[in-house]
């Protein structure tokens, strides 16, 4: 393998990687928030409880989140330093603008969060996770405008003598048509994942551990559920709008995802395929008439171009060369994307309906606690995996070719060290962090402020109470 | 004033908050299996940065985006050339903010040991490096003509660099050593006394002879004049400490280590990348910048920004300025949590 090809595959890991955690942090801080404001609203037990006990999961994931994320901020310069020079101008902009505004009240308000819940009043310290989820929304909004920008370049001219991108209209790269309907399918996207992890966890206490904090999980499970169902609407009408913004700007995506290799008007989506996807030969495929001419354009008898058209076009408007993306990987995940997320959203429904006015969740539904938050999680990861391998051969799209971008003067060795190192070090954190996540599940509700321990946990001995009183106690709550 | 030195003025600034800020939560992990001898201890040394140390860290992510969005040149050259010790750097960075976040997540005692020796490890790695790597970009580095780095890592590892890694963390175990005694109490804070004016003395000497060295490759009356000043508040800080006047005493460090870092980018200005090959493939500001109207935007961004992040983390240090005690263990030490 060359140094493209490993940066390549560096970048693809450590991104992959560092977006497990970014939904779960998006969503669960946000639903700690609400939680601790129904506590501050009603003042009930439960709500304090269930904020500590969701808080410090949330805690545990974003700490992941925060030290992958630093990587991010280096390898654009590290193994893509011509990438840095072409799009410095434009890209940096939202770059900077989301560690000065989002990044420093993230990181701020987090430190006030844990550590203030004695030393604020009860208000501040609410409005202080508030801020959290300010920071999180912020940091989402600029990252995924600079993330747009590579799909559909705007707001920019080229300077053929520097031979970069530099932008002309700042308004324009933060109000893509790209970034305007990914912003809320992502967002969307990551709730269904954190309510489903909030579920997720509800039902594992409500089937092993019958009896204790009923009403508090069962609040937990229902809660999650309706955010997975409701969210998942939302996943489905943005990505509905995507899908036709994509066809505008990225025909090619769009044609790929579905191994459309001839114009057809109308198109019929195919929902699954077997044999080869390479445009030569079809064994078997299940195909629904008029559903892609609707989702690309919105009509039912409308033309959605074909991979060879598109490339003829290409080849006229860039030159010779191939620029098709990895069907077969293009199709699958977009086809798995959907799949899997539509069944995150009927196993919410389902549970909800089981444990419908008051009914206990049945001991097989404890099935569900783990397949639960991770059909979301893993149906983002086959978006982003098809987002950005259907923008390919570009980096930018139309603009700058992928093996552009790669450092000129970095070795494949570096880059293999670095790699490597990287996914050992992933590898090693990944167990580290699960094993911490399952515990902390486990170990279930702190006890009520002032009441050390909760008189009712069946488990509740020596070790019980004093992990107990030792959450109860700010401080401890979190070092 | 040219938007460009206005950029490289306020990327200056960016790294000072970096290492004023992070010096010390550097210094406070270097020091922490040092100065703690048991697990209460180290528990309240942990506890003096456990607020802030994430927002310090985020200083680092800011410069490293300004760069990117200001001078994307630099960005490029710098990250791509100074690669092994930037990945040595972000390892380190990423085991120690995981321990930092997790030591306290069990109540057990050898995870809680574990982690105290990656928080030592996790800052004194960065620590080094930091100090190696900008005693690099001072002395200049092998650069060509389209400002590609082709110097090798052995490049990097001059006798000059490593003077500047081991500066960079003496200089931090003072700063960190004096915010500890700023911020305990009893005998954690006579020992974290004890600990600045010794590691003070040493990082006073090694900074004295770094500073010098590197006004003889390069600098002017002015960097020579912020060097010096820069030794001196050093030494007024450890006066300070050793009259007991912390307050006085944290503000000698951190002023003597934003002087000094200013002190090394006078001395560079106008160039951000010398070049140690030819003259003519120095970078400069000029060179490596972003086209004007972009610098507007930032500058109007920063301007607006920048002040409130620092009001709202100055009211981080003012909400926690209270004394850290050790606490006696609330449980049953080793495996009670398992």
Known sequence: MDTLDLARWQFAITTVYHFFFVPVTISLVAITAGLQTAWYRTGKDKYLRLTKFYGKLFLINIAMGVVTGLVQEFQFGMNWSDYSRFVGDVFGAPLALEGLLAFFVESTFIGLWIFGWDRLPKKVHLACIWMVVLGTQLSAYFILAANSWMQNPVGFRYNAERGRAELTDIWAVLTNKV???????????????????????????????????TGAFRTALRLGAVIVVVAGAGVALSGDQQGKVMTEVQPMKMAAAEALYESEKPASFSVFTIGTLDGSREIFSVKVPYLLSFLATGHFDSEVQGINN?????????????????????????????????????????????????????????????????????????????????????????????????????????????????????????????????????????????????????????????????????????? | M????????????????????????????????????????????VTTIGPVWDGNEVWLIVAAGATFAAFPEW??????????????????????????????????????????????????????????TFANLLRGVPLDASYEYVGSLGDLLSPFALLGGLTFTAVFVAHGAIFLALRTTDELRDRANRMAGLSGLVAAILAGGFLAWAQQIRGDRWSLLIAGLAVLSLLGGLVANRFRREGWAFAGTALAIALAVTSLFVAMFPAVMPSTLDPESTLTTVAAAST???????????????????????????????????????????????
């Open chain 1, 179 to 213: 970034v305007l309907v990914t912003f809320p399918h992502t967002i969307f996207a990551a709730f269904m994942v954190g309510g489903a992890f909030v579920a997720g966890v509800a039902i594992w206490h409500l089937v092993r551990r019958p009896g204790v904090d």
């Open chain 1, 310 to 479: 598109l490339q003829q076009a290409y080849e006229k408007l860039y030159g010779p060369g191939s620029y098709n993306p990895n069907v077969p990987l293009t199709y699958w995940t977009f086809r798995l994307m959907i799949g899997v997320g539509m069944a995150a959203v009927g196993l919410a429904v389902l549970l909800l309906w089981l444990t419908r006015r008051g009914r206990e969740p049945h001991r097989l539904l404890i099935w569900l606690a783990l397949p639960l938050p991770l059909l979301p999680l893993v149906a983002n990861v086959f978006g982003w995996v098809f987002t950005e391998t259907g923008r390919q051969p570009w980096l930018v799209f139309g603009l700058l070719p992928t093996s552009a971008g790669v450092s000129p003067g970095t070795t494949s060795g570096e880059v293999l060290t670095s790699l490597l190192g990287f996914t050992l070090l992933y590898g090693v954190l990944a167990v580290v962090e699960v094993k911490l996540m399952f515990k902390s599940i486990r170990a279930g509700l702190p006890g009520a402020a002032g009441t050390p321990g909760d008189p009712t946990r069946p488990d509740s001995g020596d070790d019980g109470s004093a992990e107990a009183e030792a959450d109860a106690k700010p401080l401890s709550f979190a070092y």
């Open chain 2, 2 to 45: 040219e938007l460009t030195t206005v950029w490289f003025v306020l990327i200056a600034f960016l790294w000072i908050g970096y290492f004023v800020l992070e010096g010390f939560d550097f210094g406070v992990g270097i020091l922490l299996r040092v100065l703690g001898r048991d697990e209460p201890e180290r528990r309240a040394l």
């Open chain 2, 75 to 132: 960005y490029a050259t710098l990250f791509s050339g100074f690669y092994l010790p930037l990945f040595a750097i972000l390892v380190a960075l990423i085991v120690r903010g995981v321990a930092l976040e997790y030591r306290g997540k069990r109540d057990d005692l050898p995870w809680r040991s574990r982690m105290d020796t990656m928080i030592a490890v996790g800052s004194l790695l960065p620590a080094l490096l930091w100090g190696i």
């Open chain 2, 292 to 338: 004007p109207y972009t610098l507007k935007i930032l500058t109007v961004i920063a301007a607006i920004f920048t002040p409130l992040v620092m009001l709202y983390q100055g009211w981080t240090y003012w909400v926690f300025r209270k004394r850290v005690m050790v606490e006696p263990p609330v449980a049953v030490p080793s495996g009670a949590g398992s």
